[in-house]
């Protein structure tokens, strides 16, 4: 690595690896700025891309092929990298603190933690998996996965929380790829999914044709839909871990479901530890940002992806947003770096999403516009999701980022 011998006159400190952070990490690597020590605190090496985490799931995309390389993409940035986690922030002194180092200086702070489900409100959530942070779901998955390898003639109960779309998405993702071993197994068991949604339909952001086609295909596919419950209590039945035991998954109606896993997809939470800070937060903990992805109390400090709300332009908590804030917050981090304005930046109102449904095929959605489970939408999905990652493997410059 080639070693930056200008003085050193700011600290730019990013808290975590997501995906404005990748963005920006790459651009900071294809347009160095002198004078500046770049620091990214992450609590692992990789991040996943959260476009093909649901292929992983199915089977369809290694690891490898759904994780940026956090570690090699610090270093293409003349980075500092500290593996570790951000636990609060000394805003009177501009210092990170963190669970395991020491306290790391910056002028100019950027932060990009993502979100976790929110499972306080719920008695024995603790027994639940959440889907993020997802290294831990992919423990989880990946036990179970050798635990139908082993025990092939055992019975599988699996229980989602949450009929958003990544709850959807993971109920047929998880469903594919179990049933492809099923049909190289004899004695598979029987599968039973159920989906839980405590709204009277599933996806309710998206527009009518899409929740009519999504709960069709579900129905089709032989899910258990659990619509209008909210759960309430999740009670271990001689319960010794969470990848073993049977669980009582019981909702407000008095509906009572037994599963072996229950993962949990449903609204988004901020950490607790942005609670001690002075940043400006809305109701559920995510920092205000203004229009230029800055903090409506501390100019200095920015902030993207699902932990940041922009004032202006509130959006769902989407990965398509985060990755559209990378150039711009790139940008901005330049600016304030060289002592300039930093310039606002609007997100678009819609957008194309593409719901993988654990075939290889995917379902198109923009605005009123619904296009049902396709073959090629699928390789459309797999095109776009393919070339984002490329960038990093191959250091692609500035113009695939636009």
Same mark, same amino acid.
């Given at each position: 690595?080639?070693?930056?011998? =200008? ?11 997501? /995906?404005?952070?990748?963005? @920006? ?17 992450? &609590? ?41 986690? @951000? ?22 702070? *950027? ?6 489900? *929110? ?5 024995? $959530?603790?027994? $639940? ?10 423990? /989880? ?7 139908? @390898? ?13 009929? +958003? ?9 998880? !469903?594919? /790829? ?13 599968? &039973? ?15 009518? *044709? ?17 619509? +209008? &419950?909210?759960?309430? !209590? ?68 920015? $902030?993207? %992806? ?11 908590? @989407? ?14 981090? =330049? ?12 997100? =678009?109102? =819609?957008?194309?999403?593409?719901? %993988?449904? %654990?075939?290889?095929? $995917? ?40």
């Amino acid at each position: 690595m080639q070693q930056n011998t =200008q003085p050193i006159v700011k600290d730019l400190v990013l808290i975590g690896g997501g /995906h404005s952070h990748a963005i @920006a990490l790459l651009m900071f690597g294809m347009k160095p700025l002198p004078g500046v020590r770049l620091t990214l605190i992450t &609590e692992a090496s990789d991040t996943p891309y959260s476009g093909m985490l649901p292929g992983h799931i199915a089977g369809f995309y290694t690891h490898d092929e759904c994780h940026i390389d956090l570690q090699g993409l610090a270093q293409f940035a003349q980075a500092q990298l500290y593996i570790d986690k @951000a636990v609060g922030l000394d805003l009177k002194n501009n210092k990170v603190f963190c669970a395991n180092c020491s306290p790391v200086a910056f002028d100019v702070l *950027s932060i990009d933690i993502g979100s976790t489900p *929110s499972m306080l409100s719920v008695s024995g $959530a603790e027994y $639940a998996i959440p889907a993020k942070p997802v290294a831990q779901l992919l423990k /989880h998955w990946y036990q179970l996965l050798e635990d139908v @390898a082993e025990n092939p003639e055992k019975l599988i109960r699996i229980g989602i929380v949450g009929g +958003g779309a990544g709850g959807v998405e993971l109920a047929l993702s998880m !469903q594919a /790829h179990l049933l492809a071993i099923k049909k190289r197994e004899k004695n598979f068991p029987e599968l &039973e999914i159920h989906l839980f949604q405590r709204d009277a339909e599933l996806m309710p952001h998206y527009h009518p *044709s899409v929740r009519r086609l999504v709960t069709q295909l579900l129905i089709k596919r032989g899910m258990q839909l659990h619509l +209008g &419950e909210s759960v309430c !209590q999740v009670a271990p039945n001689n319960f010794s871990s969470i990848e073993k035991g049977e669980l009582n998954i019981i909702c407000e109606s008095g509906l009572k479901v037994k599963c072996d896993r229950l993962f949990w997809v449903t609204q988004a939470s901020a950490p607790q530890w942005l609670k001690t800070t002075e940043l400006a937060t809305d109701e559920l903990g995510f920092i205000l940002v203004d229009d230029t992805l800055r903090s409506l109390t501390h100019p200095h400090i920015f $902030a993207t %992806g699902d932990i940041a709300t922009m004032v202006n332009h509130p959006r769902p908590k @989407a990965g398509v947003f985060a990755v559209r804030q990378g150039k711009p917050l790139f940008e901005n981090l =330049q600016r304030i770096l060289l002592g300039k304005s930093p310039k606002p930046y609007k997100p =678009q109102k =819609q957008y194309l999403s593409l719901i %993988g449904t %654990g075939d290889k095929r $995917a379902i198109a959605t923009r605005g009123f516009f619904t296009l049902p489970p396709h073959k090629l939408l699928w390789r459309l999905k797999d095109s776009i999701d393919r070339r984002f990652m490329q960038r990093f493997s191959e250091g692609l410059g500035e113009s695939v980022l636009d």
